[in-house]
Every structure is written in C-alpha cells, then in structure tokens.
C-alpha cells in the first residue's frame, strides 16, 4: 500500500543552525500538507500545496521558514535559523483532489533545537 | 475564530463500557467535521467524517449544531480502542483542517 515517505525521521540541530525535512506523498496525490505538532497539541497546518503552488501558508513564519516544491511531487520544509521553539513534530500529508478530507499522514520528523 | 476544543486530555474506560469522546467546535459557516485517530506506533489517520454518517469500528458521531458539537461515541470499547483521537475541523476555501489537541483513550481490560 502507497504511504507518505518522510526524512529524517528524527533530527536535533543546535539553534541558529539550518535544517530541512523531505516529504514523498502519495503518488497521484495534488495536494501536500506541512503540519507542526507541539508537545500536547493537535496538528497545526503550517503550508498548503495544490501541484506546485502554494495555496495557504498563513500560519508559516516566514522569517525564518520555507518550503517548496517546485515539480508538483516531493517537497522540502527549511527552517533557518532554527530557535528553541521550532522544536516539535512535523508531519507531511497528501490528499488526493477526489477526496481532499482524507488526509494521508507520514511518520513525521522530531526536532530537537538545543 | 475557528477553533475546535477537546476538553478531556484523558479518557480511561474498561472493556466493555460506552466511550464519548467530546469535541465542540467555533465556526462561523457551514462546518465539516472529522474524527483522525492514531494507534501506538501508527500514522495519524482518518477515522470518520460527519457527512457520511457512518459507523467506522463500531464509532458513530453526530453533529449537533445547536450545541456546536461533534461528540464520537461507541457503545461497547474494546482494548484495541485505546489510542489518540483529535477532532478536526474544514475551514476555508482550500479544505484546511484545524485540529484540536486530542484525547488518548485507554481501555483497560
């Protein structure tokens, strides 16, 4: 069965320094999701794909966050420079146009900013 | 503002008794309503949604406008329940989830 691929899965990066994760969705899938889970929270939706284009990245801090993907497939979250609070779980997901609710999670990367 | 709000970070039960697991919503519009569940180890994944007014694993949920909830019910819990549950919520143009914080349910044999 098709899965999100995510990497790493686990990162610890000391503040100030940059960092990137990888996001594979499912093939066919148009939409890409990054999310941002805190310790105790739900996931909060960071940046928004439909094929390349960014459709929402409201809650992305752009000072310091990026993310791209520039052929409509994989995509890449940056961070730099990384701060202690950017430490959480970020999770990648992909949906397919038919069926935009039905949101495919990955395994996610844990960060940890010392 | 949106805002979906799951009161209870823990719910324990035993085998065998009804489970609720509450979730109330803000929303200005028409809301759409989903249930994600995660098990030990597993990826975060869909469990129902309100338009479909189904019984996914024996789970139900209604939603009531009048109150502004979307409450997730099973009348018998089993152990295999046990897991994180988050209650999330479409808004926007772009089906955007907004999710709350979650609920571990632990059922105990």
């Known amino acids: 069965e098709a899965e999100v691929a995510q990497s790493p899965r686990y990162k610890i990066t000391e503040k100030s320094q940059a960092v990137a994760f990888w996001c594979d969705p499912i093939?066919?899938?148009?939409?890409l999701y990054w999310y941002r889970q805190i310790l105790g929270q739900g996931p909060e939706l960071l940046v928004q794909f439909q094929d390349e284009s960014v459709v929402d990245d409201s809650q992305l801090p752009k000072d310091r966050f990026s993310a791209e993907r520039l052929k409509g497939v994989d995509s890449t979250l940056k961070i730099q420079p990384a701060e202690l609070g950017d430490s959480a779980m970020y999770l990648c997901?992909?949906?397919?146009?038919?069926?935009?609710?039905?949101?495919?999670f990955g395994p996610g990367t844990r960060l940890t900013v010392t | 503002a949106q805002r979906v709000t799951q009161p209870e970070k823990l719910l324990s039960v035993f085998k065998g008794a009804p489970v609720e697991l509450k979730c109330n919503y803000s929303y200005s519009g028409s809301p759409e309503l989903f249930w994600y569940v995660q098990y030990s180890r597993q990826r975060l994944q869909l469990l129902l949604r309100?338009?479909s007014r189904e019984s996914i694993k024996g789970f139900t949920a209604d939603l009531n406008k009048g109150e502004t909830s979307f409450h997730l019910k099973k009348p018998f819990a089993q152990e295999e329940d046990s897991a994180m549950y988050y209650c999330?919520?479409?808004?926007?143009?772009?089906?955007?989830?907004?999710f709350g914080a979650g609920t571990r349910l632990a059922v105990h044999p």
């Open positions: 999330a919520l479409s808004s926007g143009g772009y089906n955007k989830l907004i």
């Open positions: 309100h338009i």
């Open positions: 997901a992909s949906s397919h146009y038919r069926d935009p609710y039905e949101q495919y």
């Open positions: 093939s066919g899938h148009a939409t």
